[in-house]
Nanobody
Framework: VQLQASGGGSVQAGGSLRLSCKVS????????IGWFRQAPGGARESVAT????????NYADSVKGRFTISRDIAGNTVDLQMNDLRPEDTAIYYC????????????WGPGTQVTVSS
């Protein structure tokens, strides 16, 4: 499975961005897709996850009510709509897949930079 994140950029606080994770390859091996982020000097953290069927979204407390994860079945993408962005959302955002409920996220694609200025 190959994952390619795109859609990052620079915005001012309060602005919006939409990230897209293009998925290709053996998609039948996917259990769920997650968006993660890593700020400079920080650890990678989970932002949002969704089952490959497009159900059961989960969010980090820090983004609940501002971010929405969804699956575009036709385009084979998992998108992350980010509204009301804050400077603390600045990070490199990655998407990854999990093969089962018991496995770790892997197949990390190249990240996309999100920068939010105050």
């Amino acid at each position: 499975v190959q994952l390619q994140a795109s859609g990052g950029g620079s915005v001012q606080a309060g602005g919006s961005l939409r990230l897209s994770c293009k998925v290709s390859g053996r998609t039948y091996t996917i259990y769920s897709i997650g968006w993660f982020r890593q700020a400079p000097g920080g650890a990678r953290e989970s932002v949002a996850t969704i089952a490959w069927k497009g159900i059961n979204p989960n969010y980090a407390d820090s983004v609940k009510g501002r971010f929405t994860i969804s699956r575009d079945i036709a385009g084979n993408t998992v998108d992350l709509q980010m509204n009301d962005l804050r400077p603390e959302d600045t990070a490199i955002y990655y998407c990854a897949r999990r093969g089962s409920s018991h496995s770790r996220y892997g197949d990390w694609g190249p990240g996309t930079q999100v920068t939010v200025s105050s």
